[in-house]
């Protein structure tokens, strides 16, 4: 509830701003005078109402990609009539195309990234490094540092939500009925997740969106390692004394790789170089190259079919019916395509076209003016992360790069990671704590996860000195 209020008041605010900056896709328009039009304020209270929703999905049951397509129609319907009643029947076409254009950009590349994430997990991938730490019968103190490290390193990769449910399955295996290890070991996952996704592109969602807009390039991410260490290391030390040093159980629950698995793994990080040398070196999207890599798996896809039913079908080989005891599913690429987060990617949609809608009807020139001019680059970055863990970083670093204010590489440097990491300050503050909360419910809980919050902003606030400190220069 004080989420919502707190959205409604930011609001809120912005309608009672007097100043607007002048930042229409057409000249000619005052977008001053759109703030306080009626199909404005009927647009910007639509959004509110909407995210309220996308916030309460848990308590509901209502995907949060409903609401938010149903709001981003209906305001560039709005947007639509305000700029043809003032005689400009073409900008609000150019200026929606856009949105879509830079949509379908970050559709693409996620959607190659999902399927790639789903055919590892049924190449038993994940599982086998749960089983191979489970099995190690290492003392709860040793797992909650090794899942949190795992989770900081994988999150680069694999993305902090995949790699939070994974470390999470982890945690949840050996900490068993010992509900204080649980928590504590899922908030570390949580933070170190977050952390780790911050210097990567494709750690987080909105690190992707920086970099496809050019605001950092890749090796530059690197920027903000340290940093993105010091975040998740200074509260992992304070919870470490109160993890038990004591022994779980043994678990003699055991998984293997499935064949191929290696070799997907190969081949996403050859897309994931693809995509990189299609940004740094032939100046094309990154999306062109995670498709291109798409058509790696999709001719390895079909070898591991055939492979597999020959392998089974071979009555001479005494080891095929030992390895597959009933004949397996065909690897169907498409499969694989169909099983990626539908409602997480037509939420993106929603929420690009919601703040671009909200754009054209000069919000975001407010809200630039007053956090980038009025307050200053490096205090308006800090409260971006504060805010992200509230509303959701997605919209927060969206609406960002929309008002694209002139600042330092160092401060878009910060952004990037104050967004990153500034959703561990609450469990409902970033995908993967919302995830954890879901698969530990009753256990990983938004009550545990606050009575932490002091040490995590404390982590956060020194992430933050660190940045200022190494990165200087850049600033």
Request: proline residues 3%.
């Amino acid at each position: 509830m004080k989420r919502l209020l707190f959205i409604t008041a930011f609001m809120a605010s912005l309608c009672g701003t007097a100043y607007a900056s002048a930042g229409a896709s057409s000249s000619h328009i005052d977008v001053a005078a759109l703030t306080t039009s009626a199909l404005g304020i009927f647009s910007l209270l639509l959004f509110v109402s909407a995210y309220a929703l996308v916030i309460f999905e848990e308590q509901l049951h209502l995907r949060k990609s409903k609401p938010v397509l149903l709001a981003a129609g209906v305001i560039w319907i709005c947007v639509a009539i305000t700029y043809s009643a003032l005689g400009d029947t073409h900008s609000a076409e150019v200026a929606i195309r856009h949105n879509l254009l830079e949509y379908a950009e970050l559709f693409l590349f996620l959607l190659c990234a999902m399927t790639y994430i789903n055919s590892m997990d049924e190449r038993n991938v994940f599982q086998a490094l749960r089983s191979w730490l489970v099995g190690k019968g290492f003392s709860f103190r040793v797992v909650f540092w090794v899942t949190g490290l795992l989770s900081f390193f994988i999150s680069p990769i694999a993305d902090n939500l995949t790699t939070a449910l994974l470390m999470g399955a982890v945690a949840m295996a050996v900490g068993g009925s010992d509900k204080k290890f649980v928590t504590l070991a899922c908030i570390n996952i949580v933070i170190a997740a977050n952390a780790g996704g911050a210097f990567s592109p494709f750690g987080d969602i909105t690190t992707l969106m920086v970099w496809q807009k050019g605001k950092v390039q890749f090796a530059e991410f690197f920027a903000i390692f340290i940093p993105s260490v010091v975040n998740w290391i200074v509260p992992a030390i304070f919870m470490n004394f109160a993890v038990a040093n004591k022994q779980p159980k043994a678990s003699g629950d055991t998984k293997t790789m499935k064949l191929g698995a290696k070799r997907i793994i190969v081949l996403f990080l050859l897309t994931i170089a693809t995509a990189v040398s299609f940004h740094n070196f032939l100046h094309l999207p990154p999306a062109t190259g995670m498709m291109l890599g798409l058509g790696y798996l999709g001719f390895f896809s079909y070898y591991l079919k055939k492979k597999e039913h020959r392998n089974y079908d071979v009555d001479d080989n005494p080891l095929a019916h030992q390895t597959y005891k009933t004949q397996p599913h065909p690897f169907d690429l498409f499969r694989k395509i169909a099983r990626a987060e539908w409602d997480t990617l037509l939420f993106f949609y929603g929420v690009i076209l919601c703040v671009g809608g909200l754009s054209q009807f000069g919000y975001l020139a407010m809200v630039s003016n007053f956090l980038y001019h009025d307050l200053g680059a490096t205090t308006a970055n800090v409260m971006v992360g504060i805010l992200s863990a509230i509303v959701d970083n997605i919209p927060v670093m969206f609406a960002v790069l929309t008002m694209d204010p002139t600042m330092s590489h160092g401060q878009w440097l910060l952004v990037t990671l104050t967004a990153g990491v500034g959703g561990s300050l609450l469990s409902i503050g970033s995908a993967a704590g919302v995830a954890l909360m879901g698969s530990a419910r009753g256990i990983y809980t938004f009550g545990a996860h606050l009575k932490w919050t002091p040490v995590i902003a404390l982590g956060y606030a020194a992430s933050i000195a660190a940045h200022l400190l190494i990165n200087a220069g850049h600033m």
